[in-house]
């Protein structure tokens, strides 16, 4: 199995971004977990931070190529209002979660709408670095036709 895992803008600066928001986890604290779930099972997974919107639809467009299983992104701001990052999702045709650090509906009303949530197969918010381990474990179970875990 193959997992690209995305991550959009300013998640590099975790560990000191608002850390009363984001906890003090950085972004290689998480990516380690990821990593150590993904050997249990054997999981190869990519892995790319990017401040840039278009990189990040590169990354799907080349997953798509490299016939990567599925995506866990955690899109940042992205997530309110990249119709091209919707778009290139819904092109890549894999199935992607979308995972925030934050709870965004306990948040400004503009981070309570995602673009994205409709060509996903499903969200996790609110759980600090743990969202992109119940992610992965979400994603996992849905390309191993468990969706219901």
Known sequence: MKI???HGPSL???GTREPEIYGRETLEDINARLRE???RDDIE???VQSNHEGVLIDELHKARADQFDGVLINPGALT???YALRDAIAASALPTV???LSNVHRREEFRHRSVLAAVCVGQVIGFGWRSYLLGLEGL???LAGRPNI
Request: zero cysteines.
């Open 37 to 39: 779930r993904a050997a």
């Open 98 to 100: 979308e995972a925030h």
């Open 140 to 142: 996992i179970a849905h």
């Open 12 to 14: 590099n600066l975790l």
């Open 80 to 82: 309110h209002y990249s």
């Open 4 to 6: 690209l895992i995305l």
């Open 45 to 47: 997974l990519r892995i």
